[in-house]
């Protein structure tokens, strides 16, 4: 017998809408609408999409020590985190392996944490296994949760809610938009201008569909969520990370606060920090996470592998797809790390032909975060 999907809130407006529903993460969401895939790419890069992301979960963490608590199982700082403001964390296990990756707000008297939808419930068991005296964890399983993004999205989201004007990157608040209780962070997954928007589950069909009235927005799938965030050189939890990959391994460095690396003032204290912490300081480490750039106009998909000029295997492709906005195949691939180096020639090997793809710097666009 066939597992029983979840719904989103917004089930029957995809349906409605035409959306083409396929299993994802426990849920059936909408892989693409009747614009299709590459036409809904380019319409966020050109205008506004929105994305119903309600499948990840929203947790918060409540009490005085609920930021020394989750520091102490992520590499980065949360205690210093200034309220209002978002970060990007990683949960690491023993041997420095990323358990899953998150989104960290402070909103003064509690954290909201959003984690991804496929490791949901092993997160809450983290979090809730490490849980000390005086914090507490709610899951907010009562939001949905969407995400506006693209050039239009600020006018757009001015119309709503004039307050958000003045958001930058990061920024994240609690505040009325329509009436309607949210909480509001100017980020997102597409490397676009945008902002991702937590609704009661009850008011979210109404909120959407006054987004999806404007002029500007279109209802965007899974499809061109996956082709935007891949251009833009952001990671999705079980492709391009897992538990056997180190956030040094998959190029993430820069989410390894300063403060808590070796010579900084909260050194180490997470889990693996002594393997982590290790290939920082002697850069032992054999495999590098890469962009790749194809020659030809043939997507390289996940699974490919990767030969050197002599055939022999170096390297897999971790996500690829043809880039609209580009007009090239991208990919991202795990490669020795002495194939790491920026212009380095490597090929796919796709159905017996070896294609030649050049290592490249990540993203493959500019993002265009609002940074004020």
Known sequence: MSEQLNKTPLFD???????????????????QYPLGVKNEHLHTREKAGLFDVSHMGQVLLKGEGAAAMLEKLVPVDIIDLPVGKQRYALFTNEDGGIMDDLMVANFGDYLYVVVNAACKY????????????????EVLDDRALVALQGPAAAEVMKRFAPETADMVFMDSRRFSVEGIDCFVSRSGYTGEDGFEISIPSADADKLCRMFLDQPEVEAIGLGARDSLRLESGLCLYGHDLDTTTTPIEGSLIWAISKIRRADGERAGGFPGAD?????????DFDTKRVGLLGSSRAPVREGTELVNAEGEVIGKVTSGSFGPTIGAPVSMA???KEYSVLETEVFALVRGKQLAMTVSRMPFIEQRYHRG
Request: charged share 25%.
């Open 13 to 31: 407006l995809h349906v409605e809408m035409g959306g083409k529903m396929v299993p994802f993460a426990g849920f059936e969401m909408p892989v």
């Open 122 to 137: 092993q997160d809450i068991g983290h979090m809730t296994e490490h849980l000390e005296d005086g914090v507490e964890l």
């Open 275 to 283: 393997k982590i912490l290790g290939q920082i300081a002697t850069k």
């Open 334 to 336: 795990y490669v020795k």
